[in-house]
């Protein structure tokens, strides 16, 4: 029975002494509230005479002294401003040295690459064709009556430049 007793009396005493702070802790709760509560209306007071809102009641010197605040700010935002200005025209600088660059290495390689486009092109025309490419004249005449050449062909139109390498395949068999 005296161990109940003595620990319902710790029991008891330690529940008084967390009231206790817990009091002391709702005062300064309040009290921190109070300070906060100022402090936004301050903050939304300022925010308002900074947007030209509710300028009428503030003496010269406030005024002053709040012009003096919005030049001091809106010098930062240009110094802020003109620094991302700057950093921008250095990447898009080294960028634009970048593509030059390799613009420049393309370029030296343009004549490589097309000297081996034709060597492969060449290369797989030769693989397609079983005869080499041989000049064929495609001159002809058009007779009067029917307009078809020998052995019932009809005979191509005279050009200009009449010599045209042909492909054995599309040549017509003699």
């Known amino acids: ?3 109940i007793l003595e620990r319902y009396e710790r029991y ?3 529940e008084r002494q967390l009231a206790a702070d817990e009091i ?3 005062g300064s709760w309040s009290l ?3 300070k906060l509560k100022a402090r936004i209306e301050v903050l939304q007071r300022n925010q308002r005479h900074y947007m030209g809102e509710d300028l009428e009641n ?3 010197r406030e005024l002053q002294n709040l012009e ?3 030049d001091s700010a809106l010098k930062h935002i240009r110094s802020k401003r003109n620094q991302l200005m700057f950093e921008s025209i250095s990447e898009l600088q080294k960028k634009d040295k970048a593509l030059q ?3 420049n290495i393309l370029a030296k390689k343009a004549p490589e690459i097309s000297e081996t486009a034709l060597n492969n092109c060449h290369d797989s025309s030769s693989m397609l064709l079983p005869q080499p490419m041989q000049p064929f004249n495609i001159r002809g005449t058009y007779e009067a009556s029917n307009g078809r050449g020998e052995e019932g062909y009809p005979n191509p139109p005279q050009h200009r430049n009449s010599n045209v390498l042909l492909p054995p395949w599309m ?3 003699s």
Do not use: F
Request: glycine share 0%.
């Open 12 to 14: 008891s005493y330690a």
């Open 1 to 3: 029975m005296e161990r």
């Open 101 to 103: 660059e390799q613009n």
């Open 68 to 70: 003096q605040q919005l």
């Open 58 to 60: 503030l003496s010269l």
């Open 32 to 34: 921190e509230h109070a």
């Open 171 to 173: 040549i017509r068999p």
């Open 24 to 26: 002391e802790q709702n």
